[in-house]
């Protein structure tokens, strides 16, 4: 409806060996919540972490902090893309996934394997960043559970041919696919699931 598409673009590594990775995410955020006597962070508010901060940061670790900051932000961001688009703001559901992404990256910190020469997640968004600049329109984000695997990218229909070509000369030619989005979610047809 908005004249644009979504393009989930391969980096080039898939996911496996890299469980500790994605353990350590809700682990971490659970550490910051058993600081304050709780399971889960949804059961602790974001200003009381902020209040606590140095204690928490012993307590936890930087990381963690970062990453349930992240989670608290992202929450809240989730919200105002609902909300966006429910509205016809279009322009703020961009800007909130390049926010969402972002902070994927600086926050939740998992864009890449900490001590790995490979980042293939990292440079297709850079490159990605960079398309997006150069044209003045489009957002982009990791996609799915980091470390490796996919971005997307949601681009003007009138540029997305050129940004298919641009990103699979640096990422590999196939890399790129341009998705379809059905307007209802998982429905029934003569008693399949689709």
């Known amino acids: 409806a908005q004249n644009h598409s979504l393009i989930i673009v391969q980096t080039g590594k898939g996911h496996a060996d890299l469980s ?11 550490k910051v919540a058993k600081y304050f006597g709780k399971d889960v962070l949804a059961q602790v508010s974001e200003e009381k972490v902020i209040e606590h901060l140095p204690e928490v940061r012993k307590f936890a670790g930087d990381r963690a902090v ?7 932000e992202e929450n809240k961001r989730v919200e105002a893309e609902v909300a966006a688009l429910k509205e ?9 996934i390049t926010a969402s992404g972002n902070s994927s990256w600086k926050w939740l910190q ?17 490159l990605t960043e960079l398309f997006i600049k150069e044209k003045g329109c489009g957002a982009c984000r990791v996609h799915g559970g980091g470390f490796a695997g996919v971005i997307m990218a949601m681009l003007p229909n ?3 041919d050129e940004y298919i070509a641009y990103i699979e000369k640096a990422m590999g030619e196939g890399s790129a696919y341009r998705m379809s989005i ?3 979610g998982a429905v029934c047809v003569d008693g399949y699931i689709a």
Do not use: D, W
């Open 20 to 30: 500790a990775e994605y353990s350590s995410i809700p682990e971490e955020m659970k």
């Open 88 to 96: 016809g703001h279009f322009e703020t559901f961009l800007e909130n």
């Open 158 to 160: 009138s540029v997305t």
């Open 66 to 72: 970062l990453r349930a900051l992240h989670f608290f």
């Open 182 to 184: 059905r307007p209802y």
């Open 110 to 126: 998992n864009c890449y394997v900490p001590g790995s020469e490979e980042q293939g997640i990292t440079s297709a968004l850079a």
